[in-house]
């Protein structure tokens, strides 16, 4: 399995320099194959970030595509104007040199591009990357930590191919991009050959459409979710991770005995009505999407798996702000993207309560928030078990209600806006996305380059 690259920029003092290009180039996704693709130097996906908890990043990206595009740093809690929206995309030949803080807890995040109506296809190309946050307090505790030996990024995305296999970009209207071929870390079916006894695989989900209901065939410990991880690692048999989601699990491996990590299918349709629409979401479609090869008798026995790991706590919501989302069709409250339009402003730093709504009994959406995490509080008219822990991405099953407790980054600028959307990738391209800005309360708010019409 090719391992990308672990990026860790230059380091001097606290400050950390990355340099990213955004290229054309060719790949070799399926064997044999040349496909033409898009990367960040390199010609497919992108290296592995690496960064601290109290650092300064300095990020330089240069657009070397043929099309204006951004880059979006899903997880991370930093100032709008580093964030990446639409509203910053830049033009071929330049480049964007965004700045900000590292100031949360350690974490798998990601990145990819977010240019209007485009990210689809921007992704798809092979715009995307994995972002590995770390901390002290994570580094004290005795989980597998060597990245590439026993600490696996497992970057999930998905293809179609034309007949002379190249990428097909149909975008079929009703299902979107979704890739009928999955690829991990930039190939098809990839084997893994473990040298120890556990592993941690930082599973991201960074298909534009596809749903990963994921299994092992053995039970297997999930130790973080899209933020951080949990206050103790939880034995599943399986995680649904939906478009953009995120999770950290730990593999016990017996000499002898390799592994399958398989999409084996939404169960229950994911909540939808109609076999057949869940058919066309791909939710009851099956892959095996890697093979781990289990070390050999020479591999140490390890000691057990710690019972805890950090503090996890539900936060205070009383008298907390409420706001409500619908989501239908391809709007949210009944509206489409405007980059002109402010949807809502958060003055002051705290938790707020979002009621989240699926109004639609056949048609999954899921639900993202920008520069942000989020615990479920509670979910109405739904099976689904949410994961405990931070999320900055969530499942919500058609005509069911989530309850988040959003704690969202303060990083007040009256002129440029965060996202809130759909990450099903058509859905936000077809407008399933809103704006929200964080200003002072006195601040009047003023999108820069905004225009009325
Ligand atoms: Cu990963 Cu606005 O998204
Ligand atoms: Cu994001
Ligand atoms: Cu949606």
Redesign the pocket.
């Known amino acids: 399995m090719p391992i990308p690259p672990l990026y860790e920029g230059e380091l001097t003092g606290t400050t950390r320099r990355f340099e990213l290009t955004a290229q054309t180039g060719q790949a070799e996704i399926l064997p044999g194959v040349i496909t033409n693709t898009w990367g960040f130097n390199g010609s497919f996906l992108g290296p592995t970030l690496y960064m601290r908890r109290g650092e300064t990043i300095e990020m330089t990206v240069r657009n070397n595509v043929t099309e204006p595009t951004v880059v ?1 740093w ?1 997880g991370l809690h930093l100032p709008a104007a580093a964030d990446g929206g639409p509203a910053l995309a830049f033009a071929p030949g330049e480049s964007w040199s965004p700045t900000w803080t590292v100031d949360q807890a350690a974490a798998t995040c990601w990145y ?1 591009p ?1 240019p209007h109506e485009v990210s689809a296809l921007h992704a798809y190309r092979g715009l995307a990357g994995g972002i590995v946050i770390a901390d002290d307090e994570s580094d004290a505790l005795d989980l597998p930590h060597a990245y590439g030996e026993d600490d696996i990024p497992v970057i999930i995305t998905d293809a179609k191919f034309t007949e002379d296999n190249q990428l097909d970009e149909t975008i079929d209207t009703t299902y979107g991009l979704l890739g009928t071929t999955p690829v991990i870390n930039g190939i098809t079916k990839p084997r893994f050959t473990a040298t120890t006894r556990r592993i941690r695989l930082r599973l991201v989900n960074g298909a534009t459409m596809r749903f990963h209901h994921l299994t092992l065939g053995v039970p297997f410990r999930v130790i973080a979710t899209d933020q951080g991880l949990l206050d103790a690692p939880a034995e599943v048999d399986a995680i649904l991770l939906s478009p ?1 989601e995120r999770a950290e699990i730990l593999v016990e491996l017996e000499p002898g005995k390799d592994l399958t990590l398989r999409s084996d299918g939404v169960p229950d349709n994911g909540g939808l009505e109609k076999g057949e629409t869940a058919n066309g979401f791909g939710l009851k479609d099956t892959f095996d999407l890697l093979t781990i090869v289990a070390p050999d008798e020479s591999a140490p026995e390890l000691g057990a798996v710690p019972g805890q790991l950090v503090s996890v706590e539900k936060p205070d919501a009383t008298g907390a702000t409420e706001r409500e989302f619908r989501l239908n069709g391809f709007q949210i409250n009944e509206q489409s993207m405007d980059m002109n339009r402010v949807d809502f402003v958060i003055d002051r730093p705290g938790i707020e309560v979002w009621r989240v709504t699926n109004e639609n009994s056949d048609w999954p959406h899921n639900f ?1 928030v ?1 520069n942000a995490r989020f615990m479920v509080d509670n979910a109405d008219g739904s099976e689904m078990e949410f994961t405990a822990g931070w999320h900055d991405t969530v499942y919500v099953p058609p005509l069911s209600t989530l309850i988040l407790l959003v704690d969202i980054g303060y990083y007040p600028d009256p002129m440029l806006a965060y ?1 809130f ?1 759909c ?1 099903m990738l058509f859905h ?1 391209d077809e407008g399933m996305m809103g704006q929200f800005v964080v200003a002072e309360p006195d601040q009047e708010v003023q999108l820069a380059g905004a225009h009325h019409h």
Do not use: F, P
Request: no cysteine.
């Open positions: 979006h899903h990819h977010h953009g993202h920008h996202m959307h990450h936000e």
